[in-house]
């Protein structure tokens, strides 16, 4: 800024009524708009790691609770990357190739959903698969489902024992 603020009177909007005035210089203003600019780029990253999975529940406090979860997922990776930015600023600034936040913070998400899941093996899918059918159904349809009125047929020939395909 190149002068203290002055406070102007606001005509017409009552006794009052002020505004707090800037001087301030054209590479200012647009150093203020980038600026702003990173906070709207920030915003839309926790938007995109808030809505990265649809909210299923319906109870008011299920979805409560969803969303207490999402905004604590969104603190944990802002921390890692805050973290990240402060070891190695240079990584950010380079005029070259600086670092994305954006991946950065893809990074913090998937290392903080493999924490919260911990390992997944293959056995312990198998082991779980009763409990999974509901997960790994598909939405009923009107139309019927290819694959799946294609196996019955081939089952009810009994000709042919198909594998199953992905």
Do not use: I
């Not at 609770?65 to 990584?91: E, I, R, Y």
């Not at 698969?129 to 009994?158: G, I, K, M, V």
């Amino acid at each position: 800024m190149t002068a203290a603020p002055a406070l102007v009177p606001l005509v017409g909007e009552g006794p009052e009524a002020y505004a707090l005035t800037y001087q301030w210089s054209a590479t200012q203003v647009l150093d203020l708009y980038r600026l702003r600019w990173q906070v709207e780029v920030l915003f839309r990253r926790w938007k995109g790691l808030l809505t990265r999975a649809d909210l299923r529940a319906h109870d008011p406090q299920l979805v409560q609770t969803c969303l207490l979860g999402k905004l604590v997922l969104v603190v944990l990776c802002n921390a890692l990357t805050s973290a990240v930015m402060t070891q190695v600023p240079d990584w950010f600034t380079s005029a070259e190739r600086p670092v994305s936040p954006w991946r950065l913070t893809a990074l913090a998400y998937q290392q903080v959903r493999q924490v919260v899941l911990g390992t997944l093996t293959w056995t312990s899918v198998q082991a779980h698969l009763p409990q999974l059918q509901r997960f790994l159904c598909d939405t009923p349809r009107r139309r019927h489902q290819e694959l799946a009125s294609a196996r019955a047929w081939l089952d009810r020939l009994s000709v042919v024992k198909v594998p199953m395909l992905s």
